[in-house]
């Protein structure tokens, strides 16, 4: 097994930015504004979903075009984030836009023929269950 799959079969499938259910990557992104003398830096570091780190890695490098150059350490550090980052968001394209649904054939949970949920377990088809009303007086 290599280490791309070794990788993908323990990510996890939830993205730490948006929350979305999907296959994630883990990055650190980098994003710099130079200030002269000072630096202003934000990283973005967890395990993200394609759409986050697209997103991410647009605002960031904007971001660094355009303000990461005014400062004396950041006319260094700032090629180094962009580059750093693209070979990131280059390794993300191959991932999948998000997981599939299941389909509404054998299998799925309110398809006909399916198994009920065992008792005490919610079904998650069902529609969320009304919170109880008191009654009024």
Not at 35 to 44: D, G, Q, S, T
């Amino acid at each position: 097994m290599g280490a791309a799959s070794a990788l993908a079969a323990i990510a996890p499938l939830k993205c730490q930015v948006c929350g979305a259910r999907a296959q994630t990557m883990k990055v650190d992104l980098h994003r710099n504004i130079g200030l002269l003398v000072i630096r202003l830096n934000a990283r973005m570091n967890g395990w993200l979903c394609k759409a986050c780190i697209r997103r991410t890695f647009w605002k960031f490098t904007l971001v660094n075009v355009t303000l990461g150059w005014w400062g004396f350490v950041s006319i260094i550090l700032t090629p180094v984030f962009i580059i750093g980052n693209t070979i990131q968001y280059i390794k993300s394209l191959g991932m999948s836009d998000g997981l599939p649904l299941p389909a509404a054939g054998a299998g799925a949970v309110n398809a006909p023929g399916a198994e009920p949920p065992p008792a005490g377990i919610a079904d998650p088809g069902a529609p969320p269950a009304e919170p109880p009303v008191a009654p009024a007086g």
